[in-house]
């Protein structure tokens, strides 16, 4: 059975890092939409320089750019054995067009995750990682603008996918180890089922 997994949560909660650490652990691709945007962008690609803007001032990119661009990702041979998605989707409408993805290819999320955490550090976390990263959006106007789409179009998906089953809560105020060791204990049930 593939290991299909979803991480939700506020930016700062540590989705990226843990994501990362899932990947490297049950060896399946971590899809990240914001790494693959902020590498159009760096590539200079059609799709990069479309997003720019967008993307560095802490906007949502428009639904059907990124629904294509998930489509496309979903497909390539290295996800036969699952994948873990960070970043995608977003919007309600990411979520309908996931479901008839999923529908189309016969898979579905064998977890998913929603990482808990309060704006207060979700910003303090932030600017912290743009002193320490240099990421352009990491500075006050664009942290903002993200948490505020953040709870306008992405945290209703917590209750989109919370009446689905295979829906776990986890505190993510607490150190990176402490929040792994909870995803796995997880992890392994559903990777054995
Ligand atoms: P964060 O969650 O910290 O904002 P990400 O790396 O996940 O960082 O995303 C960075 C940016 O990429 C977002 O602010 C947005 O502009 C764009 N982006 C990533 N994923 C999506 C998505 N599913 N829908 C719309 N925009 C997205």
């Known amino acids: 059975m ?5 991480l939700l949560g506020p930016q700062g909660a540590g989705k990226g890092t843990q994501a990362k650490r899932i990947a490297a652990a049950y060896g399946i691709p971590h899809v990240a939409t914001g790494d693959m945007l902020r ?17 560095e001032s802490g906007q949502l990119v428009p639904d059907d750019l990124m ?6 990702r979903i497909a390539a041979e290295d996800t036969d054995a699952g994948f873990i998605l960070d970043g995608f989707p977003r919007t309600t409408a990411q979520a309908e067009a996931l479901d008839t993805m999923f529908g189309d290819i016969g898979r579905n999320f064998s977890v998913v995750f929603a990482l808990q955490l309060g704006d207060q550090v979700a910003i303090e976390r932030l600017l912290l990682r743009g002193e320490l990263e240099g990421r352009v959006d990491d500075n006050p106007e664009a942290i903002a603008k993200r948490l505020a789409a953040y709870h306008r179009e992405t945290e209703p998906l917590v209750e989109y996918y919370r009446t689905r089953g295979n829906f776990v809560t986890i505190p993510a105020d607490r150190t990176e180890g402490e929040v ?12 054995v089922v």
């Open 2 to 6: 593939p290991l299909n997994v979803l």
């Open 67 to 72: 629904i294509d661009l998930i489509r496309a």
């Open 180 to 191: 792994f060791d909870e995803l796995q204990e997880v992890l392994e049930q559903a990777a």
């Open 39 to 55: 590498a159009a962008i760096a590539e200079g690609s059609d799709v990069g320089t479309r997003v720019k803007s967008v993307v």
